[in-house]
């Protein structure tokens, strides 16, 4: 249960440290008022005064209407105390532009604000907006939507009707709950106020009128849904079903704090369990874990490296196997001097890779043989340079092969326990389902909610450390672990003589720092085991040794692995019931 404490530790920490970041720029829209006019023929004129609070500099503010409830949208301007801006695609402070997509209706402004209060007005004339009935009209509109970037403390719409009207032929309803938003009417203009919106609440309104308040030469359809008894069913429904999804909220928030401690203990005891069967590491007690740098054995670099790497293969153990492959006669690596740059204090070399006079006699497995037969085509191609050998358009198709290549061969060796993804699966499954609950219970009971669900998603990203090693494997990989660690932090008096050039190709293949691959070759130098590096050929005149060559290389080798992984990454209407408008907007 080692992984376990630490998952947890990891998780506490990372919640602890989550900073509060304070943003340069930052604006607030404290006040939204709009006027609506009702005309005659069933137009709409539209005016919208939004008012920004800016803490730094801002140049731009949008506003976005989708393309719903209405047929058509006129006359758009924007003006600020009194001030028309300009219509102009100029960007400059003072005019606005419009666009349109698929889905909506774009204005933009620009001007210039700094650290002040700023109000702009936007107004058009909307057609198409109000539906007729036989004896009644609608419109149904959503004022302020939700989605926005910004919270909204005070929200005012007056909507003036072409004549006035008596209570009892105005109804109208809204979605926003009754707490915060309010209601009046004095016959000629119906006012709705809502304070302290939060980004996500919306003030959709439906309104029915009379639809004697119009010319009937303006109505040229009659919708035949439209109908007071319909409609006043259909919203007191809603109003009751509201009502009842209230009484449900309220008796799971009494219960969430219970529930939650509940998906908690539920989500580490199944994590606990399923580990225990599934995840729990083999003993190893005969073989010591102590740091050595005395290769445990001649497995090949990819293959351990791929252990070590938790079952992943890459781009740095393709190098390995190259290296690996020169060190046993395939290929050699030629250092030779590049042409000094006007900006270089010193004359620096690279790695040309060649093949040998002859070729050795033994028989490779296929992972190897890719590779040999890959480098030798890419040197018919004409390119012969190390650092360039894996950055073509053929290296991105061969590394995927071949690293499924060496999947298969790893598979062989029965170093990972298959049977242990079987609790990786299970717990997946759990946590998901656990953390869907979580996500209700914190929709319906509060933010209490979010503990467990914090839980559950600690618990299923430790599905990962069920994936354990057969007890073979487990063997294997602390022996190499410890020749790893060993490499890591290599003296003269523990590195193992004779071997520099194959503990450099493991530490190539285990990652290490450059720094570490250094010292592991200066340590090697004292005891001159750089006669051991016969597959480098140093540049003639370059005062290099197998040594300082083999420094260089380790810097090439980060830039060829690295290359293997690059690669190419490839107005709609309205209708009966349903609201139009909800625009949204931001600034910049």
């Known amino acids: 249960m080692i992984f376990l404490r630490y998952a947890l530790l990891a998780s506490m920490i990372f919640l602890l440290m989550i900073p509060s970041v304070m943003a340069q720029q930052e604006y607030q829209i404290p006040e939204i008022t709009v006027e609506a006019t009702i005309q005659q023929n069933g137009t709409i004129d539209f005016r919208e005064t939004r008012q920004y609070q800016f803490e730094g500099s801002f140049s731009w503010a949008d506003y976005k209407l989708p393309k719903a409830g209405f047929d058509e ?28 997509n698929d889905n909506e209706v774009v204005i933009t402004w620009y001007y210039d604000a700094a650290d002040t209060v700023r109000s702009f007005n936007l107004s058009y004339n909307l057609t198409g907006a109000i539906l007729h009935g036989q004896e009644w009209s609608e419109l149904f509109w959503t004022w302020i939507s939700s989605g926005r970037e910004k919270n909204t403390p005070y929200f005012e719409v007056n909507i003036r009707f072409p004549e006035e009207l008596q209570p009892d032929s105005l109804y109208y309803w809204s979605r926003t709950p009754t707490d915060l938003i309010q209601f009046s009417h004095d016959g000629s203009t119906l006012n709705v106020e809502a304070e302290e919106l939060s980004r996500n609440q919306s003030v959709p309104v439906r309104i029915l009128m009379p639809v004697t308040l119009f010319d009937s030469g303006s109505i040229t359809n009659r919708e035949p849904d439209l109908i007071l008894e319909r409609i006043i069913a259909e919203e007191n429904e809603i109003i009751a079903e509201e009502q009842r999804r209230e009484a449900r909220r309220a008796t799971v928030a009494e219960h969430a704090p219970g529930v939650t401690t509940i998906l908690s203990i539920i989500s580490m005891g199944l994590f606990y369990f399923l580990y225990q069967r599934y995840g729990k590491r083999f003993k190893t007690l005969t073989y010591s874990t102590v740091s050595t740098t005395m290769v445990p054995s001649r497995i090949e670099p990819a293959l351990i490296a791929k252990l070590l790497s938790f079952y992943n293969t890459g781009a740095r153990h393709l190098t390995a196997t190259l290296f690996d492959l020169s060190r046993r006669g395939w290929f050699k690596l030629k250092e030779q001097k590049t042409d000094k740059k006007w900006y270089q204090s010193e004359e620096e070399t690279e790695f040309i890779v060649t093949t040998p006079e002859e070729i050795p006699k033994e028989t490779l497995p296929e992972w190897e043989r890719m590779v040999v037969d890959f480098v030798i085509e890419r040197l018919h191609e004409g390119e012969s340079k190390f650092s360039e050998l894996f950055s073509s358009t053929s ?25 242990s993804l079987k609790g990786v699966y299970l717990n997946v499954i759990f946590q998901v389902l656990l953390i869907i609950v979580s996500i209700i219970m914190m929709v319906l009971g509060g933010m209490i909610g979010v503990v467990s669900m914090i839980v559950c998603t600690i618990m299923l990203a430790g599905s990962a450390g069920m994936i354990r090693r057969t007890k073979e494997g487990e063997q294997v990989y602390m022996q190499w672990k410890a020749y790893r660690d060993g490499l890591k932090k290599a003296d003269e008096r523990i590195l193992f ?42 540049a003639q005149g370059s005062g290099s040794t197998p040594l300082t060559a083999a420094k260089n290389l380790s810097k090439h080798s980060a830039l060829s692995a690295a290359s293997v992984n690059a690669g190419t990454i490839s107005g709609g209407g309205a209708s009966v019931g349903a609201a139009g408008g909800g625009a949204t907007g931001g600034a910049g």
Do not use: C, M
């Open 73 to 100: 949208i006129r006359n758009i301007r924007v003006s600020e105390q009194g001030e028309d801006y300009q219509l102009s695609d100029s960007e400059e402070p003072g005019t606005f532009n419009i666009s349109e």
């Open 395 to 419: 290296a991105t198709k061969f590394y995927p092969k071949w690293s499924k290549e060496v999947g298969k061969v790893f598979k062989e060796r029965n170093w990972k326990d298959e049977g």
């Open 497 to 538: 003589k004779g071997e520099l050039d194959r503990h450099f190709i493991y530490a190539i293949a285990f990652g290490l720092r450059e720094k570490e691959l250094i010292n592991i070759i200066d340590h090697g130098n004292q005891h001159q085991d750089g006669l051991f590096f016969t597959w480098l050929i140093i």
